[in-house]
Nanobody
Framework: QVQLVESGGGLVQAGGSLRLSCAASGRTFNRYFMGWFRQAPGKEREFVAAITWSGGSTAYADSVKGRFTISRDNAKNTVFLQMNSLNPEDTAVYYC?????????????????WGQGTQVTVSS
């Protein structure tokens, strides 16, 4: 059974930074893509970033490119999302997820395990 547990969310002022973490169970963590999604109230869940199993390749939504950085530590079964220059439009519940995809997965249906989410609120 795979479990994903996010942490690091909170309240931050516009222009600030947060670092989210996602701790994963399972010995085969390093064989899968990992991704971050977010969902704001009244909106659909949207792709934020993804990273290959080796960490050698990443993908980002246009809305966060240049501000967010995804990384992973396979030795610690953890994936991170460093978020800089936050603005109120980044307010959402952030989820990490695991994918068995072969190419970089950017849609929710390509992910099979999800965490419970962590709230990020950016005040203006």
């Amino acid at each position: 059974q795979v479990q994903l547990v996010e942490s690091g969310g909170g309240l931050v002022q516009a222009g600030g930074s947060l670092r989210l973490s996602c701790a994963a169970s399972g010995r085969t963590f390093n064989r899968y893509f990992m991704g971050w999604f977010r969902q704001a109230p009244g909106k659909e869940r949207e792709f934020v970033a993804a990273i290959t199993w080796s960490g050698g390749s990443t993908a980002y939504a246009d809305s966060v490119k240049g501000r967010f950085t995804i990384s992973r530590d396979n030795a610690k079964n953890t994936v991170f999302l460093q978020m800089n220059s936050l603005n109120p439009e980044d307010t959402a519940v952030y989820y990490c997820a695991r994918s068995r995809a072969i190419v970089v997965p950017t849609t929710a249906r390509e992910y099979d395990y999800w965490g419970q989410g962590t709230q990020v609120t950016v005040s203006s």
